[in-house]
C-alpha cells in the first residue's frame, strides 16, 4: 500500500518538475530590466524611468502585452514613448531590444517611488506566455535648481563676445611682437657698416709689412670711402667741417684731431713723397679702427 502510494506521488510530481524547468528556460531568453537615469533629481526636473526588454531572436519573436502606466507616488507623468532596437551579435545572430520610457514631473522635494511593473509576454513560436515583474525605485527630490532665464544667455553672450575681442587683441598684439622681433633678429644678423670695414682693414692692410708707403694709401682711401658710405662726406672737406660732421656722428674729439693730422701726412705722402714713420702709421692705423669700433658701438645703443 505505501509503495503504490509513493509511486502515484512520484508520477503527480514528475510533470511539475518538467514545467518548472521549461518556465525558467524560456523566462532566461526574454529579460526584463529597469532604471531611473537619476537617483537624485531637482524639484524642477524630470525623473526619467527606463523599461528595457531584451531577447534573442527577431522582433517579433515575442508580444509584450501593453505596459501601461507604472504607479508612482509623488510623480506625475509627462510624456512616455518606445523605441525597438536589433544588434546582431559576434556569432551572427540577431539581438532584440524594446525600450519604454516614461517622464514624470516631481511634485514635491523628499522621496518618490515607481512601483515595480509585471511585464505580460507571449512566445510567437511556441505560444508559450509568461511575467516579468521588475522591482520598485525610488528617487530623492531635492531643491530646484536656478533656471536660465533669456537675460543670462544675453548676458553670457556679451561675455563670451567680450572674451574672444580681448582674446582677438592679445593675439594681435603678440604677433606684432612676434614680428618686430624676427625684423631686428634679421636687422642684427646683418653685418653693419662699420663691421664691414673693419673687416676690409684687418683683410688689406697689414701694419707690420715693410711697405708702409703702400699700406698710406691703402688707409687713406679705406677711410675716404666709409666716410663717403657713412656720411656721404671725403676726407678733403676742410678740416673744421669733417671734424663737425664726425663728431656729430659720435666720434671722440681726440679721434677726429688724430684723423685730420693723418690725412695731412697722407697728402703729403701721396703728392709729395714725404714718406710716414711706422710707428706714425701705426698709430693711425689704431685710431683708424678705434674709429669704426666706436661707432659701431654707437650704432649699437641707438638701434637697441
Known amino acids: ?55 534573442l531572436g527577431e522582433l517579433d519573436r515575442y508580444r509584450i502585452v501593453d505596459v501601461g502606466e507604472p504607479a508612482v507616488s509623488n510623480l506625475e507623468l509627462q ?42 509576454y507571449e512566445d510567437a513560436e511556441t505560444g508559450h506566455k509568461g511575467t516579468l515583474i521588475a522591482q520598485r525605485l525610488g528617487v530623492k527630490i531635492t531643491d530646484p535648481v536656478q533656471e536660465t532665464n533669456g537675460s543670462d544667455i544675453g548676458k553670457n553672450i556679451i561675455i563670451a563676445a567680450a572674451v574672444l575681442f580681448l582674446l582677438v587683441v592679445l593675439f594681435s598684439v603678440y ?36 711697405t708702409v708707403g703702400q699700406n698710406v694709401l691703402r688707409l687713406s682711401k679705406l677711410l675716404n670711402s666709409y666716410l663717403t658710405d657713412k656720411l656721404h662726406i671725403d676726407s678733403t672737406l676742410p678740416e673744421e667741417e669733417l671734424g663737425q660732421r664726425l663728431q656729430n656722428a659720435g666720434a671722440r674729439a681726440e679721434i677726429v684731431e688724430k684723423l685730420a ?25 689704431d685710431t683708424v679702427e678705434q674709429l669704426l669700433n666706436e661707432l659701431n658701438k654707437e650704432r649699437a645703443v641707438v638701434t637697441g
Do not use: C
Open 1 to 55: 500500500m505505501k509503495n503504490s502510494i509513493f509511486k502515484t506521488f512520484l508520477l503527480l510530481m514528475v510533470p511539475f518538475g518538467i514545467l518548472a524547468q521549461e518556465s525558467d528556460s524560456l523566462t532566461a531568453q526574454i529579460q526584463l530590466k529597469t532604471s531611473v537615469e537619476a537617483t537624485t533629481v531637482p524639484l524642477n526636473r524630470e525623473v526619467v524611468y527606463h523599461i528595457q526588454l531584451s531577447w
Open 79 to 120: 510624456s512616455s514613448g518606445s523605441v525597438n532596437k536589433i544588434y546582431t551579435n559576434p556569432d551572427g545572430r540577431n539581438y532584440s531590444l524594446k525600450r519604454i520610457s516614461f517622464y514624470f514631473k516631481p511634485l514635491g522635494m523628499g522621496m518618490a517611488y515607481i512601483d515595480g511593473v509585471s511585464i505580460q
Open 175 to 210: 604677433r606684432y611682437f612676434q614680428q618686430r622681433n624676427k625684423a631686428q633678429s634679421a636687422q642684427q644678423a646683418q653685418p653693419t657698416l662699420e663691421e664691414k670695414y673693419l673687416e676690409e682693414l684687418h683683410r688689406n692692410i697689414n701694419p707690420s709689412a715693410e
Open 261 to 285: 693730422a693723418f690725412n695731412k701726412k697722407a697728402e703729403l705722402n701721396k703728392f709729395a713723397g714725404e714718406d710716414m714713420e711706422t710707428a706714425d702709421f701705426h698709430l693711425f692705423y
